[in-house]
């Protein structure tokens, strides 16, 4: 079995976690800092494979933005295209998607939520995602 098709396998279990996790049902903070876990503010049923690996977070209530950065043991054109495949039947729409084998760019909306996700080039084998998501 391919690296994509283990990506793709892999968000059935994500979306089963993260769906009830990620929901704002309580204070968004002005400014809070933390890794290895999705921020709640994150949308709900956003994916993530069960391979990737979260770094650094941030809620920033003030300006109604939230950041992770999230690794991946993929290259950057597979996990590119797990988003493209799984953000449409998860309700997210893509608004704009390009990108290289060393860059990619990713734009959505949902729910009057947008973001952005960039993946660069970490390595063989590796990638990193900066995943961005505007409420305001």
């Known amino acids: 079995m391919s690296r994509t098709q283990n990506l793709l396998i892999a968000v059935v279990a994500a979306v089963a976690v993260l769906g009830g996790a990620c929901t704002i049902s309580q204070e968004i903070p002005d400014l809070e800092?933390?890794?290895g876990e999705v921020p709640f503010t994150v949308p709900a049923g956003f994916p993530l494979?069960?391979?990737?690996?979260?770094?650094?977070?941030m809620i920033d209530g003030v300006n109604g933005r939230t950041e992770m950065i999230v690794n991946f043991p993929a290259n950057v054109s597979e996990v590119a295209a797990f988003y493209v495949a799984n953000l449409p039947i998860l309700g997210f729409e893509?608004?704009?998607s390009k990108g290289t084998d060393a860059?990619?760019?990713?734009?959505l909306t949902k729910d009057g939520v947008t973001g952005t996700i960039?993946?660069?080039f970490?390595?063989?084998?590796?990638?990193s995602g900066m995943f961005t998501f505007d409420h305001s």
């Open 103 to 107: 860059e990619w760019d990713i734009s």
């Open 118 to 120: 960039h993946l660069t």
């Open 49 to 57: 494979p069960d391979v990737a690996v979260i770094g650094t977070t």
């Open 94 to 96: 893509i608004t704009d």
């Open 122 to 127: 970490a390595g063989t084998g590796l990638s």
């Open 33 to 35: 800092f933390g890794s």
